[in-house]
């Protein structure tokens, strides 16, 4: 894996886990969601500072929010 590509990857990482807290999600929905606005604000940042050196099919799973896909494609190409 791009070394580059390792904060992306584990910001995806924290947004599956975030969602996957169902814990959380039942006793404190709102906190779950602040999480994962939170997560989800630094993936974004994370793109916008790395999307000139993106490769074009990352950047484009980035740029549709299909994060998984992107992750995916970090953890096998990347």
Do not use: Y
């Amino acid at each position: 894996m791009n070394p580059a590509f390792e904060n992306l990857r584990q910001l995806l990482r924290r947004r599956l886990d975030v969602i996957a807290d169902t814990a959380l999600r039942e006793s404190d929905p709102a906190e779950q969601l602040r999480q994962l606005r939170e997560v989800s604000e630094a993936i974004q940042a994370e793109h916008e500072k790395l999307r000139p050196a993106l490769p074009p099919r990352l950047n484009h799973f980035l740029t549709q929010s299909s994060l998984q896909k992107a992750l995916d494609w970090i953890e096998q190409e990347g």
